[in-house]
């Protein structure tokens, strides 16, 4: 019986942690994040980033320019891990249509969700 | 630690869907008011390290282009009309080396002036026609000026765009008359639908039309009960039947045509656009073009469709009104709002698929190409983009433009090359800086060591429509340090 009390207080501990990080996440998802234009044209450390640059371009950029904020949230601002980004292009929570396996395969979505975790820490820097 | 991401999944879902919905829209022209004069700083404005940017003049009102003659000196167009229905002079201005200007020659109050080339002693200036339909101008560095072509279907939302010199030809874009094929009571508040009662898209050759009929209040009655029944590529408040023909001709809109640089009919080259704004001549001598995409607006809304850079290719279609590239906007649903409706019985024939996809509402417009490897960036696409106007174009979450990109026109990959150096996006009135404003073109010199940005001025979006302020637009020029 104590034992489920203490599961159920660090179940409620873990909650609101998590509501507090996704409320920051949040507030911070609607402004854009300065970045220094590049002078000289701007490599792809892997193939896979390359191609996740091109996937991105061709799909994401035009609500999220560069990952910024504009017709629809930032996603460079956020820390949100590979995964969830894998899942909020697949299922498209919101108002962002879900891309299914017939425009994009699983391989493509991975591609797209590394290129945007790339982006953040280029951007942070 | 498993059941944490129970958690972690509804709060991602809070953090997804509650943006757009819940906040207002935060377009970089929605400012309550705009006070004073307006500040010019070049420091204010980010470009890339080895850069740098200054002013070469200001003050000027609505200006849209710029060109050079075969000396190397600058000229600039004002374009004597603004959204907000503001009717100027146009006028072609030479820059002088201490940044004033003098005028060479005025037009009549027929603007939007979008667009200047210059070839073998003449300029070429597409004359938007707001009032009397869109002109080709042939104009010598005297003033002297004759239309090469005229009465072009520019009456509405979108005009006559852009010229350059190919060949012996004019090539120009003619912007569609309404949004996605309908027109509506949006077009009531650009002004032209009480002026122009009957005017309406005009396709390229002859469609047949699917029976989308969309009803509205009439605000061409006073009767407040009265109700418009309005059909795709027709006037206000006619009906159409399903598989109705509707008879295509040239001039046309939505589309890219020639004229011979002495003048003649106009040739069809391609069409399917929606707002061919900006045509630049690459180095091989393709021809590119920028095309204002679709807004969240009027009897058809579309949302979620981002500004595209097409190559040109003879008798090729692009896809208005029916896609966004090669997406059809059957596909394209916003949540909860279903999608629009397909207008063509029958396509033309397969769209053509896009270079690279711009930003949503980015307004992405003047386009020229960088061909000295001293500047940088040689063979790439330079694009001004004068940023949104919503919220009248839809919603946005934060401004969108108010910048210069680069296009790799291999890859469609798109990069910043200019912006305000201010941590949150948008023009210098949002921002309170000195820094851009609305970018509307971008011109290389003739030697292509100097990028001059053509800078509208502020144009802020008020509850009854724009508000464009007089004397507010600059030239800037960008040169890399040696």
């Not at chain 1, 009390?5 to 507030?27: D, N, P, Q, W, Y």
């Not at chain 1, 949100?80 to 980004?85: D, G, S, V």
């Amino acid at each position: 019986m104590e034992g489920d009390k203490t599961e159920m207080r660090k179940l409620k501990m873990g909650l609101i942690l998590v509501i507090l990080v996704f409320s920051g996440a949040r507030i911070s998802s609607c402004s854009t994040p300065k970045v220094m234009p590049k002078a000289e044209v701007v490599e792809m450390p892997t193939d896979d980033l390359r191609e996740g640059r091109n996937l991105f371009n061709s799909h994401c950029s035009s609500c999220h320019p560069a990952g910024k904020a504009g017709l629809a949230p930032g996603i460079i601002d956020k820390p949100l891990p590979e995964f969830l980004i894998r899942f909020q292009i697949r299922h498209g929570v919101g108002v962002m249509p879900a891309f299914d396996e017939e425009v994009l395969s699983d391989q493509e979505v991975e591609k797209i969700a590394e290129y945007l975790v790339y982006l953040r820490k280029e951007n942070r820097n | 630690m498993k059941r944490i991401f129970i958690y972690i999944f509804p709060a991602a879902v809070l953090v997804f869907s509650s943006c757009y919905r819940i906040l207002p829209s935060k377009g970089g022209g929605q400012i309550a008011k705009v006070s004073g004069e307006r500040i010019v700083e070049p420091a204010d404005i980010v470009v890339p390290p080895g850069y740098t940017i200054e002013v070469v003049a200001a003050k000027l009102t609505f200006p849209t282009a710029v060109a050079f003659d075969d000396t190397g000196t600058a000229y600039v167009v004002e374009s004597g009309y603004s959204y907000g229905e503001v009717f100027l002079e146009p006028r072609l201005l030479r820059i002088e080396e201490d940044g004033q200007v003098t005028t060479v020659f005025a037009g009549e109050k027929n603007g939007p002036w979008t667009g200047i080339t210059y070839h073998d002693g003449f300029f070429y200036i597409a004359e938007g026609g707001q009032l009397e339909g869109g002109k080709i101008l042939k104009v010598n560095k005297e003033g002297a000026a004759e239309s090469i072509i005229e009465n072009l279907p520019s009456r509405g939302d979108h005009h006559t765009n852009s010229p350059v010199v190919k060949d012996e030809y004019v090539y120009f874009g003619q912007g569609t008359a309404t949004n996605s094929g309908v027109v509506g009571n949006d077009n009531a508040a650009f002004g032209w639908l009480y002026r122009f009662r009957d005017f309406h898209d005009i396709p390229c050759e002859d469609i047949r039309v699917n029976a989308i009929n969309n009803e509205t209040e009439n605000v061409l009655t006073d009767d407040p009960n009265d109700l418009a029944v309005t059909g795709p590529f027709s006037p206000y408040n006619t009906k159409v039947e399903q598989n109705q023909v509707i008879q295509g001709g040239i001039p046309c809109n939505g589309a890219v045509m020639r004229v011979p640089l002495n003048g003649g009919d106009p040739e069809l080259v391609a069409w399917g656009f929606r707002n061919p704004f900006g045509l630049a001549l690459a180095a091989n001598g393709d021809i590119y073009v920028t095309d204002n995409s679709y807004d969240m607006r009027g009897s058809r809304p579309v949302w979620g469709t981002g500004d595209l850079l097409f190559k040109l290719e003879e008798n090729a279609w692009y896809g208005w009104p029916d896609y966004y590239g090669m997406l059809p906007l059957e596909k394209l649903e916003f949540p909860g709002e279903g999608s629009p409706k397909k207008i063509l019985a029958r396509d033309p024939r397969e769209p053509t698929p896009p270079v690279a996809h711009l930003g949503v509402h980015s307004s992405s417009n003047g386009i020229h190409f960088s061909t000295n490897a001293d500047f940088g960036f040689e063979g790439q696409a330079f694009i001004a983009q004068f940023g949104d106007m919503a919220p009248n174009v839809g919603k946005v979450m934060a401004p969108v433009g108010y910048r210069v990109v680069r296009v790799a026109t291999d890859s469609g990959i798109i990069e910043d090359f200019a912006g305000n150096t201010a941590k949150e996006n948008g023009p210098a009135s949002l921002l309170k800086t000195g820094g851009l404003e609305r970018p509307i073109a971008v011109q290389f010199n003739p030697e292509g060591d100097e990028l001059y940005i053509v800078d509208f001025g502020i144009l802020s979006m008020g509850e009854k429509g724009p508000n464009p302020v007089k004397e507010s637009g600059v030239i800037w020029k960008v040169t890399k340090q040696k």
